[in-house]
């Protein structure tokens, strides 16, 4: 499915000019090499561009390469000079060390690589007549490394030079560069044709296109995991060469097939708004139309900051789509999105993460766009603790279940991988999610008494339990508001230990350092029965000395009433969750202003 999907891909962005024509790669180039009719360097002039990117909490202009179609590059190992070569080595046959040039070495890697460079750029050139060429040819010709090594101009550039790309033009014609020569492209296009054709091919029906072709060997790199690129797919086992088949003939994926696939997922990795790292999975995404409205809307509803959300600037806000979120249906009216999204339009999510030898697909993901919509509203219906809260990214999910002291997630790896299945197709969330939630607010410190116990985290926990419910046919046990009719002894504990909070910073004017919440929630969460008789006997000293003492005393023996003056052994993991909600939501309705300031600030 995934590589049919990324072919039909393929398809679109070639209308939209927006990949490589056959034959072509795309390549970062840092400097213009300025060369004279007689092909002698007469300057190189930096060819980057400035953007502002964020550095830290700033902005800053920074200069990064610009992106150039070149003749296909080689992705072998070893010395093997590209028509039209960018890399340095290959171009000047020197060495940058110790702030000099220098073209021997121990191999003469640098000498050998030039001696290849200048072997396939002549063959190519041979019958081109036009102005950049003839210089090309000249530099190619005319150029020695041993006595280039005090070159000013290559000085210039200093230690970049490592890892820059060069290109050419004419002197003082930056117009006029030697990859966009109309000869020279037409020239390279009927060798690569030639050379794609000679090549001896098996022949058998495409897994793909279902049609009889040549079938790739090896497959493009898929550039973006590691410095030599990775393949996704690729045999190197003998165990795996069914019938004798040898690396990629085992796919029968097709030539064409193949290239279309590559260069689309290639495409979709240097777009950011393409991809999110869900821990080590990189999550790429795409709607099968050319327009971007589909993955601009998708971010915002899936990995947003919504602290920082302006209404007003944004076609479509996650906050329109929640209060249709139980209707079976999200019509692009009520959303809002106007004409130009199609909601029955095809969205497809996949993770990729590399491995030694090749990249390894973890999920692959394919819904209509507002039946993903739709699910993720009713993920953020569940979430929700109380009405005019933010909306909750994933992003900011999965951090608050990372242990305060340790920014690592713990037990299950692929946890974010579980909890983006059940948010896009609306399934159950996996119990690692509600069991590592309950942790995080026993065990963690709390440095700030509305960060441990906040609305993150028990929104997590509520959504557990409610979705459950509603999954199984029942009904949902947990609203927005405190519950005064719900009779759940593990509910009514955390309502209790809320009160008793409350009546002890009562009793010192809100000026503890340590509460009972820090000493005790974690025991009385787990096994009430031993912890609240020793709190009840402490808070009658502390309801003595509150200035609300009495109205907490009531309200104390209102929840006692509904327990039966009994406290319940032990708590299994599912009742300790719902000791927190009750405690969280006794403890909000006291502290809403509090709550909701101290969340804002987030």
Same mark, same amino acid.
């Given at each position: ?413 692929? *946890? #974010?991988?579980?909890? $983006?299945?059940?948010?896009?197709? /609306?399934? +159950?969330?996996?119990?690692? %999610?509600?069991? &590592? ?100 006997? *402490? #808070?009658?000293?502390? $309801?003595?000395?509150?200035?609300? /003492?009495? +109205?907490?005393?009531?309200? %104390?023996?209102? &929840? ?43």
């Amino acid at each position: 499915m995934l590589i049919s999907a990324l072919n039909d891909y393929y398809a679109i962005l070639a209308e939209e000019n927006k990949v490589l024509p056959k034959g072509y790669s795309s390549v970062k180039i840092h400097y213009i090499i300025e060369l004279s009719e007689d092909g002698k360097i007469k300057g190189i002039i930096n060819y980057q561009k400035k953007e502002t990117r964020l550095i830290g909490k700033n902005e800053k202009q920074v200069e990064v390469p610009r992106e150039e179609k070149l003749p296909k590059r080689t992705e072998k190992p070893g010395i093997e000079g590209n028509n039209i070569e960018h890399r340095p080595l290959y171009i000047f046959g020197l060495n940058y060390e110790n702030n000099g040039f220098s073209a021997e070495d121990k191999t003469n890697k640098a000498l050998k690589s030039h001696e290849a460079f200048c072997k396939t750029n002549l063959e190519l050139i041979e019958s081109i007549d036009s102005p950049i060429v003839n210089a090309f040819r000249s530099f190619i010709i005319n150029f020695n490394p041993n006595e280039e090594t005090k070159n000013p101009y290559l000085l210039s550039v200093g230690k970049e030079y490592k890892t820059a790309g060069f290109a050419f033009c004419l002197e003082g014609r930056t117009d006029i560069l030697l990859h966009k020569d109309p000869q020279l492209n037409e020239k390279w296009n009927q060798v690569y044709e030639e050379k794609e054709s000679s090549t001896e091919d098996i022949s058998v029906q495409c897994a793909v296109s279902g049609e009889f072709a040549p079938i790739s060997r090896l497959h493009n790199k898929i550039k973006g995991f590691n410095a030599m690129g990775s393949v996704l797919i690729g045999f190197n086992n003998e165990s795996e060469e069914s019938y004798g088949n040898q690396q990629a003939y085992n796919s029968n994926i097709s030539k064409n097939m193949m290239e279309r696939y590559t260069e689309a997922l290639n495409y979709l990795l240097t777009q950011k708004g393409h991809k999110q790292m869900l821990d080590e999975i990189t999550m790429i995404y795409f709607a099968m139309d050319e327009s971007e409205k589909y993955v601009d809307e998708f971010n915002e509803a899936m990995f947003g900051d919504f602290n920082s959300l302006d209404q007003e600037e944004t076609d479509v806000l996650l906050d329109n789509i929640a209060k249709e979120a139980k209707d079976l249906y999200v019509t692009k009216e009520r959303l809002n999105i106007g004409d130009s999204i199609d909601e029955n339009a095809t969205f497809y999510m996949f993770g990729l993460k590399p491995n030694s030898s090749r990249l390894a697909v973890k999920f692959v993901y394919k819904q209509k766009f507002a039946d993903i919509l739709n699910n993720i509203a009713q993920h953020q219906e569940d979430v929700k603790m109380y009405e005019n809260s933010k909306k909750i990214s994933l992003r900011r999910i999965m951090n608050e279940l990372k242990p305060n002291t340790n920014k690592k997630m713990e037990n299950d790896p692929a *946890l #974010a991988e579980k909890v $983006l299945n059940a948010v896009i197709n /609306g399934y +159950q969330y996996p119990t690692g %999610l509600l069991e &590592i939630a309950v942790r995080r607010v026993k065990t963690d410190q709390d440095t700030d008494r509305y960060k441990k116990v906040n609305s993150t985290r028990v929104g997590i926990i509520k959504a557990c339990l409610n979705r459950k419910q509603r999954l199984s046919g029942k009904k949902e046990e947990f609203n927005l508001a405190l519950n005064d009719e719900n009779l759940n002894e593990a509910y009514l504990c955390g309502r209790l230990f809320a009160v008793l909070e409350k009546a002890q910073l009562g009793a010192y004017s809100e000026k503890l350092n340590r509460t009972i919440k820090d000493a005790y929630f974690a025991s009385a969460c787990a096994t009430p029965a031993i912890i609240f008789p020793k709190l009840m006997k *402490l #808070a009658q000293y502390h $309801l003595a000395k509150a200035e609300y /003492g009495p +109205q907490m005393n009531y309200e %104390l023996g209102q &929840i006692m009433n509904k327990l039966g003056g009994t406290f319940p052994t032990t708590l299994p993991l599912v009742e300790q969750g719902k000791f927190i909600l009750g405690y969280y939501q006794q403890f909000y309705k006291s502290n809403k202003k509090t709550v909701e300031n101290s969340e804002e600030d987030e």
